[in-house]
């Protein structure tokens, strides 16, 4: 599994398109993607737990900048106001949401 990003895409505002090396590709919707963000103020840092109400993000939430850092993880600054969240290329790629990684995740399952 590569994990390396040829593009990633802003579709419509509602979601993010991820196009990998290998040819596989991913998509986030915004809503799931700011729900899953790994920040100290939206995931407790030493007990993992989810500190961000899933609830309260707006379905129409944007992504307004995306922004590279270094050459493993993205920045995304949503229209919420929320900017702190990084997401490793690694991660994004785990959490793929196509059927096929679905499939393999639940798998893997013990
Ligand atoms: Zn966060
Ligand atoms: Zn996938």
Redo the contacts with the bound molecule.
Sequence with gaps: MDATPLEIRRVEDRELHIAWADGHRTVFPNTWLRGH???A???HELTGQRL?DTDAIRPDIKALEISLVGRYAIQIRWSDG?S??IYPFRKLREWCLCEACEAARAGSRP
């Design positions: 963000c790994q920040c103020t939206c995931v961000l929320h702190t969240g």
